[in-house]
């Protein structure tokens, strides 16, 4: 018989022992599975975890591809987090993503060709309010009437995808591209572009916003009233209220800022490493990122740790497709095998596990 | 053979706590037993036990003679035992009829069942519709709902935890008659409480547990409640004294407060008016569920009301929110202490902060200084002895005593103009609950001014200069506590305040 | 050129009811986990999941019964790993719902490997007789598959269940309070838990629809926010049975309205008609939560609050 016992204050050591063994867990539950697809279970994993930083052959390519994939992934998981924390859920950072590509490329190309330097700038300002605007839409609709934010953002994300449709077959459809679907390259045109900062890291522009979003997140978290709101109203809405924080307030910051980086995260990667708006250009991050947030323990540097493990699983799964043929949708599913671990895991923070006999103090 | 229930060593450990150690007593058919101690004596847990809710440690019962052994209530409930909660374990979106069929093994039909419940709610003069929500009814009614769960399955022994808590001075005698009426007809009543003139009134024995042993039995009419306190208390109590305070000028006035609730099961304020003079303290009387949270969070600014209707010293504050109260001198304490005036699982640190920001001045530019804040926290520790290791602990590892103390010193440290308190006691054991009065009474006396919303009519009658009542979301006008009687006080809460009180007085 | 002529009504009512089905399916079984309190955001993951579970038993057994049979079980048996999370190990179950989501989209994906571009054995419409035959009423009434009949009588079962039985007046204490029923000793979590796996199978029916019946094919994603509107249903449904069913019919409706316009060759942009259903529902759950007072009458007490006895 297990039984569990609330701990009177959450445990320190597991809080940070518990995204450990959640990885733990999952690369022995990947293994298996990995075994029932006919691979050797400990090749697939080293391909995945060990390879793209040190195989002598691939990592030279795919070590700056680490960076490029978990700098959208930490600017959106860092937004993301806040409201969480203050049990505020986006969960539509993916659409937020697309339409802060959208506006920002728009903007963009409605000055095609000027050589301007303002013009990436004011890309970087657009994609920002682009995403800031369509995490605006839940906010309003919860505020105003109530509505659920999950559900709304959610399905707001079916209407992003249908709005990129049609960007790219129809309004930012590159006029020279002889009619096929697609903007004009914007990581091609020196005005738009967000190139590689330092040859050989995948450093861009976005990785950098996604570094100064983890500090200042650290910052207004730890420091600011802003944090401390936050932190109240996800675990105590009424103290919260007690407390003068209010609700409504705190619900359009909090999307307003995840939808804001999310619309930043797009921009950046269609700028730089999408390199043009396309019908697929959404490969997911949005979603990924709340594995993100949540293997980083909502917290800043968490999630900076969280964003690079799960670019290395990206990356490694790229690999392992073309080195194994593991199948993509396998890193799909052990990812949301290891978000499973953690949640399942998280237990331990809060609770004693005391299995058979009863201890007499 | 006159024995029904027999107790016979029960023991149950919690970690860090026994609750039980070794109790052991008799009931006999048609006998009132009171089970009489502190809160944390072990009385919950001991009913739990003989409930089939907990397992205990070791012991054994009897029931008729037969060992006794339930492993959940439904077992408990098939040998007869039933129990009302203290904490009603009614649902509120469901109607009378089905709240009580859940309570029950084998329920009738719903009509069948319908009819029963008007049947016995009609012998027991306990009168109840049972297709009404229970969310709708009153806390008396809602209690006559679980009784009449119990009575319908012709229960051996009744378990009334706490019965009267929630009650008002009449309806406690309706209760009693109809337990009167039970006990004559050959049903055992397990009374559990911790106040010793109802026991006195009502109950043939008493067993009377302290720190989960039993410490004492007695037959309570043969006994003065002086020694019974004793004994539940284990010193020598002191009564604290009601201070004589000098009212001064009148700092806060609510005129004509009428709020619609925004919830659908909460009370609706009507036409509610008070005065609060520095150096008094008003205290307002009424069975929770009134209006309290109600009245207190148009007070401490959490629910906003038009501007004219609050004043402080004759600033208009109806639409301020509760920092810029905070800020004028106008702080409040919530009866809940775990999720309301503190966030269970922050630090005492954190919690500190929560109202202390802008009085104690621990943020500049909304950055916090977490030393000073850490600071304010060590000084309310201490300065009202709080029993914790350290403010990096979270509220919720605190007992409940402790917490209270916790949150009605941080307000009181931070000399407020006018304190508004909710249920400052509930809960708490007496030495806590004399200290947190003494806290208030001190603070009354420094010339603030402070409304004290309680349950607990003793308690106000102990510490108020003045007593008015709540009552569905009415508030009476209020009187001198030094010539009110209880009958008269049982009027105001009654809600016939306006004419018969008008000509007593 | 658009020819609205070309939008047969009676047609139209018949195929909407097809459309509705899967989310029907989906939604009805959300409810009654909602009913005891759980939210679990997860549906969409448990429909793709049943989807291809049923298409791959479908088309290796060559009955589509035993497939939806398949799907069930599948998506119940996923469903009970978010029951054990947010259950016995007391993790959130928001976050946990979106686990389940991300989980079975990339399980289900990585299960239809080699099923792309098969096709499902078809199930073929019941056969009334002369009631398919009459006017109107036969095409739009006696025109379908067995689980069209099905989830209309899962509907009318799910109603007299709540409402009649004792069974599911507990089922509706637990979320009312799950306190109090563990005070009166009603098993909170075992309750909570077949609840959840009867909505899990109930989404894995709807998801086997989708890949068996209404397309019938397996593509990857397929479901495409089903599971999504499931939800947004139900709350729109005020957790009432019946009003499930004018949800489903509604968004069915719309769903088949917008691709008969596009078929058409409306002068509306495909991409606004296949946005149209997800938009509709938004403005939907609005009206209906704007109603305050009654958003909080009918939505269970304890839903989505976390159950821990303490003693």
Redesign the interface.
Known sequence: MIR?E?RPSPSKVWTYATPVLAVVLTMLAGGILFAI?GKDPLEAIRTIFWDPLFHPQFSGFSRPQLLVKAGPLILIAIGLSMG?RAGI?N?GAEGQYIVGALAGAAAGLALYPSESVLIFPMMVIAGALGGWAWAMIPAI?KV?????E???S??????AE??L??ASV?WLRNPEGGGFPGSRSLSGWDASSNPELIAGTGMHWGVVAGFIAVIFAYVVMSRHLLGYHIQLAGQAPRAARFAGVNPSRLIIMCLGISGALAGLAGLFEVTGPAGQISIDFNAGYG?TA??VA?LGRLNPIGILLAGMLMALTYIGGELAQFMLAL???????????L??FL??V??LS??RIRIGARETA | MTTLLKLNGLTKAYPGVIANDDVSFEIAPGEVHALLGENGAGKS?LV?MIY???KPDSGTMALHGDAFAPS???AA?AAGVAMV?Q????????SVA?NI???MEN?PKPRELSHQIREVSHTYGLPLDPDRRVGELSAGERQRVEIIRCLLQDPKLLIMDEPTSVLTPQEVEILFTTLRKLSAEGTAILYISHKLEEIRALCDAATILRGGKVVGTCVPKETTAREMAELMVGKVLHQTKSGEHDAGDVVLKMESLSLPSS??FGTSLQNVSLELRRGEILGIGGVAGNGQDELLAALSGETKVSSDVIKFENREIGQLGPNERREMGLLSAPEERLGHAAAPDMSLTENALLTGVVRQELAAHRFINWAKTKTFAETVIETFDVRTPGPTNAARSLSGGNLQKFVIGREVLQSPEVLVVNQPTWGVDASAAASIRQALMDLASTGAGVIIISQDLDELMEVADRFCALNAGRLSASRPTKDLTVDEVGLMLGGAHDMEVAHVG | MMDLSSINPVVLVASLMVAATPILLAAIGELIVEKSGVLN?GVEGMMITGAICGFIIAVESGSPVIGFFAAALGAALLSS?FG??TLV????Q???G???T?????????M??GYIGIKAPTTSPLNFGVLGDIPLIGRILFSHDWMVYLSLALIAGTWAFLKFT?AG??L??VG??H???H????KVIRIRLLAIMFGGACAGLGGAYLSLVRVPQWT?GMT??AG??A??IV?FASWKPWRVLLGAYLFGGITVLQLNLQAAGATI????L??SP??I??LV??II??D??R???SA??DLGKPF?A??
């Open positions: 569990l609330k697809l969480f859920w969960i609709l105003q009437f109530r509505t659920n999950i559900l709304v959610l399905l707001l994300v079916y209407v249908n709005l449709a049609s129809g979603f709340i594995i949540f199948p993509a949708a396998a890193i799909q599913a052990f990812q949301g095998m978000l499973f949640l399942g998280d237990v809060n609770y | 847990t739990k089939g809710l907990v959940e209530p439904r409930r909660f904490h009603f374990s009614l649902f509120e979106a469901l089905e069929a859940l309570g329920p919830t659908p | 955001l790993i054990f999370l190990l007391l993790s959130n928001v976050a946990t979106l686990a389940l991300l989980f079975g989209l990339g399980l289900s994906a990585l239809g490997q004792r007046l507990v509706r204490a009312e309070s306190d109090a029923a005070a009166l000793g009603y990857e495409a926010g999504w509107i939800l947004a709350v942009p495909v991409e606004l296949s946005m997800y938009i529902t938004i759950l609005v939560s704007a305050r007072r958003a909080a009458l269970p007490a821990h303490t003693s």
